[in-house]
Every structure is written in structure tokens, then in C-alpha cells.
């Protein structure tokens, strides 16, 4: 056995991989899709709001060229919460690329309080803006966190299936480690 294969690029390298981060246009997920690009991939960028992925994209192309490793973003549009989102999502990339090496499931969702809570003490309030929280906010939200990811790594096996070593990444959050009412419906999902 060589000792190069211990060399850190190729145990972990991935230029020339073929990626998708959901979630990609802000935050973690532009985070994860730099770094990729940066090192060589071809990363394709989701986001449900189309005008941040592409200024995402464009900042990130700029870094990966001069990295000089060949690695590109491209942003789409697409909204994996729900199952025809996805295979949309699929249809866009499956038109683009013939294989996948890696899924990051990142994309995240907050409805938000319509009341809020006066303090540790006041368990009336918490009541009330624990019950606060719309049906369709609770939906979405557990259809991104725990629906979406599913789905994605499932339609996504055909092109899985003609990448040499594929993987998934589900990213969560520690939401649910930590005692913070502004946050526990997060946790949840």
C-alpha cells in the first residue's frame, strides 16, 4: 500500500466531484458550497429565492477561479419542501450533470412567534406563544427539516449510483440540546 493514500487530498480531496447543497444562496450552506468550489467541485447551489443563489454563485465562482482548481457554483431554483419541489430540483440537475458525488442537505426553515413570552417565569405567556405558531409555519418547517432530506437522497439515487463513492450530509442543528423557548420549535423538527 502506497503511503499516498494517506495524502489529506486523496482521502478527503474533491476536485472534480459533482455536488448539491440545498439551502446554498446564505449562511452555512454558502459556507459549505465555497469551500467545495474553492477545492475543485462543481457545485449546484438550491435556494427557494432565485436572486440569492445567483449573487451566492457569482461570489463564489470568483473565489473558485482563483483557486485555480477548476470548481464552479451554479444556482437553481427550488423548493425542497415538498415532493414535487424535489423532483424538480432533480429534473434541473439531472439536465446538467449525469452522476452525483454529494448531497448536503442544508436548507433550513423558521416560521417564527406571533406572540411572545415576558420571561422563565411567565408560563401563561410561554403557553401562548408556544400555541402561537401557524399550522402552515409548523408544516414547512418539518417538511425542510425532515421531509426534504429524505426525499432528496431518495430521487437522487439514479445519479448516485454512477459516482464512485457517494454521500450525504444532513445538516441539523443543536437546537434541540439547549433549554431556549425562542427555538423549541425548531427542535422539534
Not at 12 to 21: A, L, N, R
Not at 60 to 81: P, Q, R
Request: glycine share 12%.
Amino acid at each position: 500500500m502506497s503511503l499516498q493514500s494517506f495524502n489529506i487530498n486523496n482521502l478527503f480531496g474533491v476536485q472534480g466531484k459533482i455536488c448539491v447543497v440545498t439551502g446554498g444562496g446564505t449562511g452555512l450552506g454558502k459556507g459549505i458550497a465555497t469551500a467545495l468550489a474553492i477545492n475543485g467541485a462543481k457545485v449546484f447551489v438550491i435556494g427557494r429565492r432565485l436572486n440569492i443563489v445567483e449573487d451566492s454563485a457569482k461570489e463564489i465562482n470568483i473565489a473558485a477561479k482563483e483557486s485555480g482548481l477548476s470548481g464552479e457554483c451554479i444556482a437553481l431554483e427550488g423548493d425542497v419542501g415538498t415532493k414535487q419541489g424535489v423532483v424538480n430540483v432533480y429534473e434541473k440537475v439531472s439536465k446538467l450533470t449525469d452522476r452525483l458525488d454529494y448531497l448536503v442537505n442544508n436548507a433550513g426553515y423558521s416560521g417564527g412567534w406571533r406572540v411572545s413570552s415576558n420571561g422563565n417565569h411567565d408560563h401563561e405567556g410561554l403557553e401562548k406563544m408556544l400555541w402561537s405558531i401557524e399550522d402552515l409555519d409548523f408544516a414547512n418547517m418539518t417538511a425542510i427539516h425532515v421531509a426534504g432530506p429524505y426525499l432528496l437522497a431518495v430521487k437522487f439515487i439514479p445519479l448516485f449510483k454512477k459516482s464512485k463513492d457517494a454521500c450525504v450530509t444532513n445538516i441539523t442543528s443543536l437546537a434541540a440540546y439547549f433549554l431556549n423557548r425562542a427555538v423549541c420549535e425548531y427542535a422539534y423538527a
